[in-house]
């Protein structure tokens, strides 16, 4: 149980186009999604935390307007890098907790890997 | 925000011996606490979660908590070379987020 995907695993994108990125909740409905982005050797910065059905919350620092998130479904949110710079390289990871849950643990999709050239 | 802190290694450890990993954190009213296994170039797999003081093993691995302390810990026993991984070390913040150490990695050596 408590599996979560992620697509694409990986993205090449050109400097200045935009880039979607899928996670999905696979046997259980997230009422919270969450997305990290963690660059080489270095730990989690949580991006920002998304609810089913409304605006997600971004962590400071971290632009909304550049980062779009979407969370349309209890099984679905999305994150949309628009206007992609080399810097925006990074490793994205979305997670996800179980609704249904009394504990607040987070299950991780396998992460998306992306390279602005 | 409050702070999550771990020894960011390299741990080495012989194969067979008992990996401990250890963790300190700010927030005296947090709750629930987890580790977290990841691999290189992978994302972080849930190992462990404990919610009260004391020890819960789960197999190879066992947690350990002290609030009043504001400790953590992980043992792993019977080290095996899939172990080596970086450990990271998960605190509870406010209603949902959790708050992640920089990670301890760990060697296992053959």
């Known amino acids: 149980g408590a599996v979560v995907s992620q697509h694409p695993s990986w993205v090449i994108c050109k400097s200045g186009t935009s880039v979607k990125i899928e996670c999905r909740s696979l046997?259980?409905?997230?009422?919270?999604m969450f997305w990290y982005r963690q660059f080489p050797k270095q730990s989690l910065m949580l991006m920002a935390t998304?609810?089913?059905?409304?605006?997600?919350?971004?962590e400071q620092g971290v632009e909304k307007d550049k980062f779009l998130i979407n969370h349309a479904s209890l099984t679905l949110s999305t994150l949309t890098v628009t206007s992609a710079h080399p810097e925006d390289s990074s490793f994205y990871i979305c997670s996800a907790r179980d609704g249904g849950s009394p504990y607040v643990e987070q299950y991780f999709g396998p992460g998306t890997r992306l390279t602005v050239t | 925000q409050k702070e999550v802190e771990q020894n960011s290694g390299p741990l080495s450890v012989p194969e067979g011996a008992i990996a401990s990993l250890n963790c300190t954190y700010s927030d005296r009213v947090s709750q629930s606490f987890f580790w977290y296994r990841q691999y290189s170039g992978k994302s972080p797999e849930l190992i462990m979660s404990?919610?009260?003081?004391g020890d819960k093993e789960d197999g190879r691995f066992t947690a350990q908590l002290n609030k009043a302390s504001q400790y953590v810990s992980l043992l792993i026993r019977d080290s095996q070379p899939s172990d080596s991984a970086t450990y990271l070390c998960a605190v509870q913040e406010g209603a949902q987020k959790l708050v992640f150490g920089q990670g301890t990695r760990l060697t296992i050596n053959p």
């Open positions: 404990i919610y009260s003081n």
């Open positions: 998304s609810n089913e059905g409304s605006k997600a919350t971004y």
């Open positions: 046997d259980f409905q997230a009422t919270t």
